[in-house]
């Protein structure tokens, strides 16, 4: 949702609870018109060079183009007339750069920033900038504005080495006399109070700096945690006052050229020492869609994606952002739109012959993973990650918790009554003479550190026997521990796992269907959710015990759904301090792929982990139940959608009304999944004839 705004100077309000959104997209200005701007200096070729421009903007949309050979350093837009107010605050914009074959004057050469004032004009209040840096260089860039840490937090503290490609720009400069021009990526700033204070009773900020690809993946990011915020324009304030009090202090919104004067003011570039972006190789700068928000723990709804605010801000999820929700911890797909590169590539252009094929990299490296040579293919279109054979392993160095790098978090209990839910599009391809075949393990482990397989989840194999009649089979084992079990000297793992006909998976090796050979299975989606609960509440300590609450496989091509009956067999898991897990460690996404030395392969689509919020900790529906569109997506396919979104809503149908009779027979036929859900999609029959959204 946008909000057309007169000029610069008078952004529009959007009232959400106690939160303020600001949103610019330029398509209220005449095109060529000039978009009102702040500059440092009074002189008259500065005050008119940001112009609204026709098909400039993302998707051919109306943007703001700026003279890049005219503005000196320092030239800023902000808005003077309001501001926001929150414990949470945020400001971001996208832009667009062309560049060309100058090495940057810099080292860390600065050339677009957003940021937060204090107050709305140049010449007063402190301003917290996000820039981004030109460095190698011109060939990767980084991060500069809110320090390297708490311990050195000086704003000319740079962070990140990133390839160019990340925002689309070629990883090496452009030919003499040539130009490139970047995708529209997004530099997102946001500063967030915890409501604690250092020893001198300053308040203490987590802040965070991103920069988003034109697909909204984040491609890099900087956390700087418990920084304090007591500098006004480079002198320290007092040891107690504070820049900014959450709730309280009113921050404007900023888009900027930051000054770079590398060499005195005597560059062969800048001349002056002033011209930042001609300084910087920069002859293109455009840039759209300034949104600023502020936002306070309340039962507000800001981004209207169905989660509170509180809510939102208690489980670490962007309040102003509706693609992110409090319960997807992370969801990958291994897409170029990701960050991720293909690690084979043929030879002599025949991928019909894979014995030409060049392994040139792995998984690990790429985008926070760890571990051994997985291979990423296919990331142009759908992204896979695959293994066959050699025992690989890798880990996601992203933390259940929060931790970063395969560091763990451990301070802390693990919440008891908290769901954890991983879901996997997962397919594997067997020998052409059908045999028992270990196939993956996915799960967790309390690190990331070593190569080293999962230390808790579930394991799977191929089964060979009945081949020649149902396929053989597909063994699941909800606990890994489980697989090769021994009872009295005797292996009793069958008697623990989860068998799917092997033709239920679409494997037939030995042609019993008759459409051919088949080794390859059909895409499978695996569900595997697991609850903390404590046997012993009284002593205050979790024991550190899981329950299964669900493993499910979806075959993705039949759409067949094969459940474990948990209440049937259920598993529990005690994961204990010994084996350095929940509570007192974090946990990360890990699989073991290849477990065999035949010709079988693993192959992983999708990984999503989710921390499922329980009943009662989001809020019920209001009862405001509104229906905001409805029709035919195609002669068989109807389709309702609704607000405010969520659940706790239904689709009832009735096969048509016979009010005289009282036969009009109601049955529930959907319900919302999530907590953003507001749209159903359903098959028509002919009997349909009435259709109801309700609350439950």
Sequence with gaps: MKWPLATMFSFAFAGLGSSQLIVEDFESFADGSTVPNQTFTAETDQMNLMVATAGSGVNGSQGVVLDTVTANGNYRMADADGGVVGTFYQVKSKFQLTVNDLVPEAANHTIVSVGLSTQPEWWNGANINLSLTRRDGGKRFGLTGIGKDALEPQSWQITGWEANSGIGLPNELPLAGETATSDWFELVLTLESKGTQDAEGRELWDMKGQVLNSGGVVVFEHVVVDRVLTTNQGNPLSVTENLVVPGVTTLYPVVSVPWVDPDGGAGPISGNGYKTLPGGGVTGFVFDDVIAG??????????????????????????????????????????????????????????????DDIITGTLSGQNGWLGQGLTVVDTDGAGQICADGGYLRAHYGEGLRGGTGGVAVTDGDFETGRSIELVVDYSFTIDDIPSNINLAVLGFRPDSIGNVPPAQGFSMKYGAFAADSIGGSLRLFPDLKDEGRMENDVNVENDYAFFIDGHDVGVDPLNVLGNGVDTESDPLRITYVILAEDETPEDGLWDGLFTLQEFTVENLASGETFTFDTVANPRSFLWMEENAFFPYQDAFFALQFGRNNKGAQDCLDQVTVKNLLQDGILPEPTGDLEITDSGFVDADTFFIEFAPGGAGYKVTTAPGLDFANNKSDVTTTLAPAGAGDNRFEFDVTETSGYFRVEAE
């Design 294 to 355: 502020g936002v306070s723990s309340d039962d507000g709804d800001a981004d209207g994606d169905g989660y509170p605010n509180n809510i939102e801000l208690t489980y670490g999820s962007d309040p102003l952002n509706a693609q992110s929700d409090p319960e997807t911890i992370f969801s990958l797909g291994f897409t170029a739109g990701e960050g991720y590169v293909d690690t084979v590539v043929d030879d002599n252009g025949t991928p019909e012959e894979p014995a």
